[in-house]
């Protein structure tokens, strides 16, 4: 009788893959906190909306009583320039209305031919100047018109046009949100999925289960079934949270530009895994070169500053997109997994950089993971002390 095959490599690395993923998502601290993250998500666009509104909307009703029509319209007309809808409306009391609170405010014309306003509170400061510049215009056109000048010749020789030197891209507010948050989330899934790998990898050295596995899975496999497994679980989990917070976003008409977010999910995505893989590679050989946890995070501590300098970059660099810095950090890995995402929700990045700079990190992370498999493979047995980067890398 013929002894079985073993398996393939891709099989076996699957199978670890698989372990991981079930073993970790049937946690109870992971249920509870992607149900928390989820409900934060959906409760922040709800709330965020109630203070996020369309200004244009806003419509204020102004009683009047003794006012001319040509204020009356000039003071629309300026509501209108200020953003906001002024409702004109004829009143017998006027000033009653505004008392009862019925208006936002009264204007009611004096027997010396002056005018008064008068409201219940403090008078918003937009309908205020919308009033008073009203009036002030249409006092003007009028005694303008009495001297025989045509108003008109004089608007078109005061009016000034203004031109922007560069295109703004439109809806400028929400591509810099979803510039935030993305950032925010890639370095959630960098971060926690770098220290989950590194985690499991001292545990399993610690408790001497590694030394079962390799006597029947090469390293390279171990490795590689555990970064995928944990991989899977923190993307998908990521994933489900972006994709539930854009459905809100957009049902509360927080974002109104679905074009915008469709091309920074899929650009993220390319750097989601790009960067997962490079952080993650070298987070499993630095748990491999420890022997307790209370050792990871001082081993670890210059792949956070490196983790945290690339979310840095993506956040603070939303101020200034297309600056000199953000276009050279663009091309260095891995400061480019946050901002090129950040430089094309800002409308700045082309595709010619994103090909670019994906590639180049590709490249970085293939290398960062050989380096981390040699290191896994000679330091994961080595128990007692840490393990020197001089002999974890065979010198």
Known sequence: MSAPEPASSWTTIRLIAAREITTRVKTRSFIITNVIMLVVAVVGCLVASQF???????????????????????????????????????????????????????????????????SEDTLDTTVEAAIKSGVSSSAVAAALAKAGVDPADIQRQTTVSVERTKD???????????????????????????????????????????????ATVKPAQLLWGKILGIGIVQIASTLVLAAVGLVTARATG???????????????????????????ALYAATGAMVSRQEEINSAAWPLMIVAMGAMYAGIFGISAPDSGVMRVLAWIPPFSSTVVPMRVA??????????????????????????????????????????????????
Do not use: H
């Open 168 to 214: 703004v891209p439109p809806a400028q507010g929400e591509r810099v949100a979803l510039s935030y948050v993305g950032t925010i989330l890639m370095f959630l899934v960098i971060f926690g999925g770098g220290m989950a790998v590194a985690v499991g990898v001292v545990e399993e050295k610690v408790s001497r289960i590694v030394e079962i596995l390799l």
């Open 346 to 395: 800002t409308g700045y990045g082309d595709w010619v950089e994103v090909a670019g700079s994906a590639l180049l990190m590709a490249l970085v992370t293939g290398f960062a993971v050989w380096i981390s498999g040699q290191i896994y493979r000679r330091s994961v047995l080595m128990t007692g002390s840490r393990v020197s980067w001089k002999r974890a890398l065979g010198r």
């Open 52 to 118: 996020v509104g369309d200004d244009d909307a806003k419509v204020e009703t102004v009683a009047t009583q003794g006012v001319n029509p040509e204020t009356k319209a000039a003071i629309t007309a300026t509501g209108e320039q200020l953003g906001i809808t002024v409702r004109i409306v004829d009143e017998a009391d006027a000033r009653a209305k505004a008392a009862d609170g019925d208006v936002t405010a009264a204007i009611v014309a004096q027997p010396d031919g002056t005018l008064r306003v008068f």
């Open 254 to 280: 927080l974002l109104t530009i679905p074009d915008v977010a469709y091309s920074m999910v899929g650009v993220s995505m390319i750097w989601l895994l790009l960067g997962f893989l490079f952080f993650a």
